[in-house]
């Protein structure tokens, strides 16, 4: 089995089964680390978005008609593929994103999963019969792929994020055009390598890259492409809806402002430890990371302190050269800058900084897009820390009172991902739960993404859902038909 090299996947479509060159100008791939060019990207044409569509259409109809378990084979296939490919495949990874090399490994291993996961309940996709209220008729309810997907991807986690849209298509029987971020797209370049190995029918899997509002935009007006499966901000995820010239399937995994409440009822200690994994790893580039933190006031001041000396031990470093290392750089400019701006909006409207605040010192430091786990307390709900969706290293914390107060804080927001609570009183967990106005409630855990359940948003946090049944759902039309057949009429 080869291993997937960036020097052949520099500057390459994946279209119709076959890598092939670029016609259109190209964009230079930072490893955000170290501020070095790694490779080049294709700025798709016009022309090749439509010769992959056209391969899509062609191959979803050899592929939505192949048996169920010759595409769950497919699936158990490709995972394979991937998991005996992961130190590669995360170095790609690790290159372009920022993230340590054990974290991408730990991504890779899950897309791996994924595929599995997919490859098990696409023989388990089953139809319904309906009763009907004359005798005589059946009432058949089937479902029937949708058709030609276009895949619209972050940077943040570029393997993941690919992979459920990616295994969900390939179970239901869908073809898929995959547009990953352009800040990460050699790791979307390098599962369509592993596509082309694990034997998958050309066209049924394309990749095209470039800008998201040329290449991305171009899948979402295209009338040869039937549903988007979008995950990135709330405001471009609104802009595609607006965009769309015809009816089309849409999920939209969006933005999140994700609250936790800590009640005096807590486990102070694992709270703590909650707190520090979901409010920093990945440098916070986490939909569902942890944003602000409501903690009732009886143990406001010993949280914090548990809190701030976690967060000064997490060890920070260049990704590739220190793969342990719990954070690496930041994937670009743009998410330091807005970190840096929801900080000082903080500290000048009143907060008070009790960890972090600054870029880590040291030459290793020094090239690339760094910070410091960082924390703020005391904070106001007008600040930007609480309000908006600050996706890097810094979290606002404030106290409360009373569980009402808390639970209308926490939805105070336009946005619905997920909501963590650490409690251990039945009653504060069961009031919280039916209250917080999120798509996943996480209790005594900060984990609320599993395979095998719904995860998806409310409000501008999104619509549909990924994972579980569900999420494969997302991906059928449902037909029903209607027979006559005269028995007991
Ligand atoms: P983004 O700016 O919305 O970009 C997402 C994708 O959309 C990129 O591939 C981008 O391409 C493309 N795009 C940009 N403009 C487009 C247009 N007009 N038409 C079609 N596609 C277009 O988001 P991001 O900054 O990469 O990612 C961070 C956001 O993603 C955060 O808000 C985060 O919460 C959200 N997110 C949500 C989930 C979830 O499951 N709900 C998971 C992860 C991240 P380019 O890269 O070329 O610009
Ligand atoms: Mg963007």
Redesign the pocket.
Known sequence: MPAVKLSQISGKLFIGGQFVEGRGGRIDVINPARGEMIGQIAATTAEEVDAAVESARAAFRVWSRVPAKVRANALHALGELIAADVLNMAQIMTSEQGKPLNEAKGEILKLAEACHFYGEEAVRVFGEIVPNDQNGYQSQVVREPIGVVGA??????PAE?VGWKLCASLAAGCSIII?????TPFTALAIAEKVSEAGIPAGVVNVLT????IV??AL?EHSGVDKIA????????L??QRSCPSVKRLSL????NCPMIVTKSADIDAAVKGATRRSFRNMGQ??IAINRIYVARPIYETFLDGFAKAADALTIGDGLDNPAADLGSMASRDPLAKTRDHLDDALVKGARLVAGGNAPQGPEFEKGFFFRPTIVADCTQDMKVMSE?T?GPLVGVAPFDSLEEAASRANDTPYG?ASYVYARDLEEIYQLSAELDYGNVAINNVDAGIMNAPYG?RKQ??IGY?HGREGLLEYFNFKHVRLFHGVGA
């Open positions: 619209i991807t972050p940077w943040n986690y994020l547009k990953p971020a352009e800040l470039g800008k998201g509002s991305g935009q979402v979008f995950t990135g901000s709330s405001a471009v995820g802009h595609i995994e969006l933005g999140g986490i939909c969706e996706f991902l948003g946090s999104g990924e």
